[in-house]
């Protein structure tokens, strides 16, 4: 089974990919190699989550060519200048064994953050080949255009948490016309939507299940991925499903009229959203 490409000026990626956080070790590694052995092209990994080793150990020893793998990975928030952010992403790389990354991405933004400096760093790593595309993730709408005002790097793609729950049009309205990929970390709410009675009755009339229903009212949306995180063959395989599932004009008006001021992860170091 595999999933919609969304292509780019800057990058081609899964529509559909699997989050890893937080599994970690042996757990990790299992799901990587289960979820590409069902099909998936796209993982999604982080400095932060402790398992780029795991994440690592999966795809040297899986039979997918590496070059149909898309695998994004993101440096802390604690990197806030070029030169520390190039240290910690080569770390990066030598814990994923990867001569390269897909998309590389500043995790979070922080009150030191020297945009400029790190930007730099990574258009030089573009140049460079070591990340094929970069961008950022947890900016609110201001920084986002910041970052892109000074056209320094490229932003190919933007992640930030994104469900039935948390509407994130200001952001879209930013991402879609300058075709950026908006990519949807917590997908399904933290669980939460699995129990919606919107929801799960459209997946009863559907014969989907709750879960494929969130996920496929995200990717009907134009230049919008998902990274779920599952990490059982079976959750993984159900996620995967999703990208196949069409819901009409009226299941979909149906979603975008549930509340949408739920944010899960929200914290302490979190920006100003509004900003």
Same mark, same amino acid.
């Given at each position: 089974m595999s999933t919609p490409i969304l292509t780019t000026k800057y990058l081609a990626m899964p529509a559909l990919g699997l989050g890893?956080?937080?599994?970690?070790?042996?757990e990790c590694q299992g799901? &990587?190699?289960?979820a590409l052995g069902l099909g998936y092209r796209h993982i999604d990994t982080a400095e932060m989550y402790g398992n780029e080793e795991a994440v690592g150990a999966a795809l040297a020893g899986t039979h997918v060519p590496r070059g149909e793998i898309f695998l994004t990975t993101k440096i802390w928030h604690d990197k806030p200048d070029g030169a520390r952010f190039r240290a910690a992403f080569e770390?990066? =790389?030598?814990?994923l064994k990867q001569p390269y990354v897909n998309l590389l991405l500043i995790h979070w933004p922080s009150p030191e953050l020297d945009l400029?400096? &790190?930007l730099t760093e990574m258009a030089k790593l573009h140049e460079e080949g070591l990340a094929h595309a970069v961008g950022v993730s947890n900016f609110p709408a201001g920084l986002l255009k910041q970052a892109m005002a000074l056209d320094i790097a490229k932003i190919a793609c933007l992640q930030v948490e994104h469900h039935a729950m948390l509407d994130q049009q200001k952001l879209l309205d930013i991402t879609q016309p300058a075709g950026i990929v908006l990519a949807s970390y917590s997908p399904l709410g933290r669980g939460e939507l699995m129990d919606d009675p919107v929801i799960t009755a459209m997946a009863d009339r559907l014969d989907a299940t709750p879960a494929q229903v969130a996920l496929a009212w995200l990717l009907s949306k134009h230049l919008v991925a998902a990274v779920p995180k599952a990490a059982s063959p079976?959750?993984?395989?159900?996620? =995967?499903?999703?990208?196949a599932l069409k819901l009409s004009e009226s299941d979909l008006d149906a979603i975008a009229a549930l509340p949408k001021n739920r944010r899960f992860v929200d914290p302490a170091f979190a920006p100003d959203w509004t900003s």
């Open positions: 890893t956080w937080p599994m970690k070790g042996a799901a &990587v190699e289960s770390q990066s =790389l030598v814990r400029p400096s &790190v079976k959750r993984q395989a159900e996620n =995967l499903a999703a990208a």
